[in-house]
């Protein structure tokens, strides 16, 4: 049994990765975890927090599930090392508890940065190899020092992400050195921390560990560590590294002279050299490889993926692997996307800079045609945007270091498709590297565990393992035209730089506009007890886990409903939110929960909660619309599948129609008779367009039919956006082949659907409603079905329910009848789930949730300050108000 099987763990800014390497045939396996991370309350926007749990928790899902893919026993995996994000920052306390957690997109240090970089940049890039902007480890110990002094005095440990992952997996404190090269405060030429400008900053030199190479054994594999991530304890430990070194060694970009592309959410750019080498001017980044003794060049065109997924998920909403769709039609297109241009994810670095990515797309619609194919040319001009972007960066890095740089190795998610980096080898007229697998990162970082294990002697050794595993390009007959376009394409970038900084200057400045909402955001350390009796999937008990210190207990499964009062009471005590569904919260229970700050009822009409009473002390209700739309869309659109097809009579005929095996009379007969119709060219009449109107409208869009409604309080326009056109009562009811109820049950829709409107239709309609039973005229519909006029109705809801199955319209040969199960599915605890966590969040940020029945009470509401008391008069008319119940 081999027991050589390297681990790696990812810890990506959107995502973690486990992957596997065994070292004797370079097969890798992976799992992947999505994560995110919140925003952090009192940062203005600019702070993002890493929920170190949840991060924990997924890598230890990852590293179970790769196991099980590549057949690994826990005891085969012979080391394990961490790489992962650069720019990131965990601060410790004494007892290495977490105080501070940053990913690298956090710029709370906005205001540090700015300043230290105009008055000591030069003299910190020459001695670190980075201007000062916010990004940075040291940046952000002196927005700690200066925005909260008492909890940075606690700190005991300041380190990277990928440096608190060794220490969970080994339980030593290090600083590995291509991490802390990003740090601000690294003295690269000596390769130790710059205490005379750490101490020139006033921050503690003892926050900062001892530095050790890539590849250095820290100690075994911790118990718990092993318990995480389903290994066995003792498995050697070895020192990681920053996420794009790693990928060099993954690459195998060892040597001076050797770069590699990075194409994954960013797109750095990273010059291996033998000595260190720096930009005078300051805009380009120097720092450490994980090869010891080898350093780096940088330039970047940042934030490229997050760029390119941003496009695809705009231009192809409905796909669940948009970048892939992006990446086909781009490749439909030619070179030049029939004049397109486009500067979107395409930057020049300048490390000196702070700013918001600017983009453009540039072309005239008299030359780029018709519009039905101008979605193709507006990906292939994305695509090609960013490979002049590479031909750029790779011009500047050229320029500082000297070197020419005949091959590029391009890695990263993006390299996965060949037609981006075809378009690499062709723009920039060199030969390109593609690896095997496009995560370099994982890669190298496994290569490492290997070195620490004892497997290879050195990183380089390591990366000759790799070394021939390449797909290679060459400039292929494009090229010339390439050259061509790029040269046009870099004479209009460059001159576009102003008008960008002034868009750049008005987005920053945007920043700081005082927030009305930002007085009702709850601390960063508040963390709220959660109370949930309502049905939740557990992807929703997860999220509520992440807001807060959550009691689960679903109603459904523990037979428990509350009818207010004190036991209510009690159970909330100290709750500072409730999730319900069927509890009544009453006056009482509102008055005694003293703790109590924010109410979500997971229903359409909250007629279980007080809504005057939480009002009247200052508690927002929420409420959850829409939470069964998809259920009852789904139906909706299946009813008219049914009907257009000549159901139930043909799922009747083989059943009960006394067929023997190989009638083919039997066979023309039904061929002859349930010869049915589709729903391509039909025009579907939405009696309403609300939220499951809008569902079934986004649904009928993929059969080809054409969608009218009435609803007289949506408006044409906001119809327009779901897909529908808006129209009058008669028109829909004239024109429509099939007309769906989607309108809620008031005084002013009863019996809508009488014999007046049933005369007004199209002969041979088909009838489905979904809805409510008192929009309809049963006697008035039971005629039209009797005279043809309604050729088929799909029912799901019933003046009186269940009806009987001798009922005149549920038996009738024409009618689908189903016992009220439109909403009735078990997806239903995931949809309200989702859209009671988003509402929570946006609550605790200061935000106005979408769905507040009581607005008012935002103006004075807190989390922590005492709520609103109403004097004794007031009480006592809530008291004698009407009690809420948990029916309607």
């Given at each position: 049994m081999k027991t050589n099987y390297l681990m790696a763990i990812d810890v990506g800014g959107g995502s973690g990765r486990c992957l596997l390497l065994d070292p004797d045939t370079g097969t890798t396996h992976s799992a992947q975890r999505n994560w995110t991370h919140p925003a952090a309350a009192g940062t203005d926007g600019l702070g993002y927090v890493i929920d170190s749990g949840d991060v924990l928790k997924k890598l230890g899902e990852a590293s179970r599930e790769v196991l099980a893919v590549a057949g690994v026993d826990p005891g085969?995996?012979?080391?394990?090392?961490?790489?992962?994000?650069?720019?990131?920052?965990?601060?410790?306390?004494?007892?290495?508890?977490?105080?501070?957690?940053?990913?690298?997109?956090?710029?709370?240090?906005?205001?540090?940065?700015?300043?230290?970089?105009?008055?000591?940049?030069?003299?910190?890039?020459?001695?670190?190899?980075?201007?000062?902007?916010?990004?940075?480890?040291?940046?952000?110990?002196?927005?700690?020092?200066?925005?909260?002094?008492?909890?940075?005095?606690?700190?005991?440990?300041?380190?990277?992400?990928?440096?608190?992952?060794?220490?969970?997996?080994?339980?030593?404190?290090?600083?590995?050195?291509?991490?802390?090269?990003?740090?601000?405060?690294?003295?690269?030429?000596?390769?130790?921390?710059a205490a005379d400008l750490i101490e020139s900053l006033e921050i503690p030199r003892s926050l900062f560990p001892d530095p050790v190479d890539s590849g250095t054994f820290l100690g075994g594999l911790t118990k718990d560590a092993a318990d995480l991530l389903g290994l066995v304890p003792g498995i050697p430990v070895a020192a990681g590294g920053a996420d794009t070194q790693c990928g060099l060694l993954g690459t195998s970009a060892v040597r001076d002279g050797d770069l590699a592309v990075m194409a994954g959410t960013t797109m750095p750019l990273q010059l291996v050299t033998d000595d260190l080498v720096l930009d005078e001017s300051g805009r380009l980044w120097s720092g450490l490889h994980v090869l010891p003794g080898k350093f780096i060049l940088e330039s970047n065109g940042l934030v490229t993926g997050d760029i390119v997924d941003w496009f695809a998920r705009l231009l192809y909403p409905l796909s669940s692997e948009a970048v892939l769709c992006l990446f086909a039609e781009a490749a439909a297109s030619c070179p030049g996307a029939r004049g397109v241009y486009s500067t979107f994810g395409a930057s020049l670095f300048d490390g000196r800079n702070v700013g918001f990515p600017v983009g453009n797309l540039t072309f005239s619609h008299m030359i780029t045609g018709d519009p039905s194919q101008s979605r193709m040319q507006i990906a292939r001009a994305l695509v090609e945007g960013i490979a002049f972007s590479v031909r750029a960066n790779l011009e500047q890095l050229v320029s500082v270091s000297g070197r020419e740089i005949p091959l590029i190795r391009v890695s990263g998610g993006m390299s996965r498709n060949r037609l981006f980096t075809r378009i690499i080898s062709d723009v920039t007229e060199r030969s390109v590297l593609v690896p095997a697998t496009g995560e370099s990162t994982s890669v190298g970082a496994a290569l490492l565990a290997g070195v620490g294990a004892g497997l290879f002697p050195d990183p380089a050794s390591a990366a000759e393992m790799v070394a021939a595993a390449f797909e290679k390009h060459c400039p292929g007959e494009e090229a010339p035209k390439y050259g061509n376009l790029y040269a046009g394409w870099r004479q209009a970038f460059d001159k576009r730089g102003e008008a960008d900084k002034i868009i750049g200057d008005l987005l920053t400045a945007s920043l700081f506009e005082?927030?009305?909402?930002?007085?009702?955001?709850?601390?960063?350390?508040?963390?709220?007890?959660?109370?949930?009796?309502?049905?939740?999937?557990?992807?929703?008990?997860?999220?509520?886990?992440?807001?807060?210190?959550?009691?689960?207990?679903?109603?459904?499964?523990?037979?428990?409903?509350?009818?207010?009062?004190?036991?209510?009471?009690?159970?909330?005590?100290?709750?500072?939110?409730?999730?319900?569904?069927?509890?009544?919260?009453?006056?009482?229970?509102?008055?005694?929960?003293?703790?109590?700050?924010?109410?979500?009822?997971?229903?359409?009409?909250?007629?279980?909660?007080?809504?005057?009473?939480?009002?009247?002390?200052?508690?927002?209700?929420?409420?959850?619309p829409g939470r069964n739309a998809d259920a009852v869309a789904d139906l909706a659109v299946g009813f008219m599948v049914m009907l257009a097809r000549n159901m139930p009579g043909s799922l009747d005929f083989l059943k009960y129609g006394k067929i023997l095996q190989g009638d083919m009379a039997k066979m023309g007969e039904a061929y002859?008779?349930?010869?049915?119709?589709?729903?391509?060219?039909?025009?579907?009449?939405?009696?309403?367009?609300?939220?499951?109107?809008?569902?079934?409208?986004?649904?009928?869009?993929?059969f080809g039919a054409e969608v009218i409604f009435f609803d007289p309080v949506v408006s044409a326009e906001a119809g327009a956006l779901q897909g529908g056109r808006k129209v009058s009562f008669e028109t829909l009811l004239a024109e429509s082949d099939f007309i769906s109820l989607h309108a809620p049950a008031i005084e002013a829709t009863r019996e809508m659907?009488?014999?007046?409107?049933?005369?007004?239709?199209?002969?041979?309609?088909?009838?489905?409603?979904?809805?409510?039973?008192?929009?309809?005229?049963?006697?008035?519909?039971?005629?039209?079905?009797?005279?043809?006029?309604?050729?088929?109705?799909?029912?799901?809801?019933?003046?009186?329910?269940?009806?009987?199955?001798?009922?005149?319209?549920?038996?009738?040969?024409?009618?689908?009848?189903?016992?009220?199960?439109?909403?009735?599915?078990?997806?239903?605890?995931?949809?309200?789930?989702?859209?009671?966590?988003?509402?929570?969040?946006?609550?605790?940020?200061?935000?106005?949730?979408?769905?507040?029945?009581?607005?008012?009470?935002?103006?004075?509401?807190?989390?922590?300050?005492?709520?609103?008391?109403?004097?004794?008069?007031?009480?006592?008319?809530?008291?004698?108000?009407?009690?809420?119940?948990?029916?309607?």
């Open positions: 085969q995996v012979a080391g394990i090392a961490a790489g992962g994000m650069r720019n990131t920052i965990v601060v410790l306390d004494a007892g290495n508890d977490i105080l501070l957690a940053t990913p690298n997109k956090d710029a709370r240090a906005l205001g540090e940065g700015l300043v230290l970089g105009a008055e000591r940049g030069e003299e910190i890039h020459a001695l670190a190899g980075h201007w000062p902007t916010p990004l940075f480890l040291g940046t952000r110990l002196l927005w700690m020092k200066n925005n909260i002094p008492e909890i940075f005095k606690r700190g005991a440990v300041a380190f990277s992400v990928t440096d608190w992952m060794a220490f969970i997996l080994s339980g030593r404190i290090v600083s590995e050195r291509s991490q802390a090269g990003e740090s601000l405060l690294f003295d690269l030429k000596r390769g130790e921390w005082p927030r009305p909402t930002a007085g009702r955001a709850a601390d960063p350390s508040f963390v709220p007890e959660i109370c949930i009796t309502a049905s939740m999937d557990a992807a929703a008990v997860d999220e509520f886990e992440k807001i807060g210190s959550v009691m689960y207990a679903d109603w459904r499964e523990t037979k428990k409903l509350y009818d207010g009062g004190a036991d209510l009471a009690q159970i909330l005590s100290g709750k500072h939110i409730f999730v319900t569904e069927m509890d009544v919260v009453d006056f009482e229970t509102i008055r005694d929960a003293h703790d109590l700050r924010a109410i979500v009822t997971c229903r359409g009409n909250a007629v279980n909660v007080d809504l005057p009473a939480a009002t009247a002390y200052g508690i927002p209700v929420i409420n959850t002859l008779g349930y010869q049915g119709g589709e729903l391509w060219r039909k025009k579907v009449g939405l009696v309403g367009m609300g939220s499951v109107g809008a569902r079934v409208a986004e649904r009928l869009a993929g659907m009488n014999r007046d409107a049933f005369e007004k239709m199209k002969k041979g309609v088909f009838f489905i409603n979904t809805a409510r039973a008192s929009l309809v005229d049963e006697a008035a519909l039971l005629e039209a079905l009797n005279s043809g006029t309604v050729a088929g109705a799909a029912l799901d809801v019933f003046p009186v329910e269940p009806p009987g199955s001798d009922d005149p319209i549920v038996s009738h040969p024409n009618v689908i009848a189903t016992p009220h199960l439109g909403g009735n599915t078990r997806e239903i605890a995931a949809h309200q789930g989702t859209i009671a966590v988003s509402q929570i969040r946006e609550l605790l940020a200061g935000e106005r949730p979408d769905y507040i029945l009581n607005p008012e009470v935002l103006d004075g509401f807190s989390w922590m300050s005492h709520r609103p008391q109403p004097d004794e008069t007031k009480q006592r008319e809530l008291a004698a108000n009407e009690r809420p119940s948990m029916t309607s």
